[in-house]
């Protein structure tokens, strides 16, 4: 894979009042993408989770922050000015598909319902065969438990195609270090 492709795309709450240890465990996820020679992508928020992201990224010498903002949020002044490179899409439909594409995979960290809105969308694609890349669910402190047991309900239930093997559509990971490894070795 070309070198300057390499991207990991993070979908995680903008909230100011996240909790440090999920603020952490950004700033720890984007430091060792940098540190791995990846890119982050995310939705180009200054604040909670997704800042702390950026920051991580950029605290590492030639770290790369792609960000994908829809204009009404650039209007409204939501736009991370430390982005390295940032695009600007017409909708939050558009938003969605180009964080999807920008990346060689996906990690979920603790987020609102527009992480959990993004998570959803593209486990659906997994599910559909539209999206074949690798998506992570980043359980940091067991945020992520009851969404999980929920899908897994839902799985039993037949109400979701399950595809045979644990991890078909997405794989769990409780630190953004295993996060982050279950992304690159997909692309290795």
Not at 48 to 63: F, H, K, N, R
Not at 93 to 112: F, H, N, T, V, Y
Not at 133 to 143: A, K, T
Request: glycine share 12%; with cysteine.
């Amino acid at each position: 894979m070309n070198e300057n492709k390499k991207a990991v795309t993070v979908y995680c709450a903008s909230s100011p009042e996240a909790p440090a240890r999920f603020i952490d465990a950004a700033r720890e996820l984007g430091r060792l993408a940098s540190e791995a020679g990846w890119a982050t992508v995310s939705g180009a928020g200054t604040l909670g989770l997704m800042g702390a992201v950026v920051d991580g990224t950029l605290s590492v010498e030639g770290g790369r922050a792609i960000g994908v903002i829809p204009q009404f949020m650039v209007d409204r002044g939501w736009a991370n000015p430390r982005m390295t490179e940032l695009h600007v899409t017409g909708s939050m439909a558009e938003r969605k598909q180009m964080l999807a594409d920008l990346g060689c995979g996906a990690i979920a960290l603790p987020g609102g319902i527009g992480t959990l809105d993004e998570l959803m969308d593209l486990l659906t694609c997994c599910q559909l065969g539209l999206y074949t890349r690798p998506v992570v669910i980043l359980n940091v402190d067991g945020f992520y438990d009851n969404l999980i047991a929920q899908l897994r309900h839902a799985d039993r239930c037949s109400m979701m195609r399950h595809l045979g093997l644990p991890g078909d559509l997405w794989i769990e990971a409780v630190t953004p270090a295993q996060a982050l490894a279950a992304v690159i070795s997909a692309n290795d």
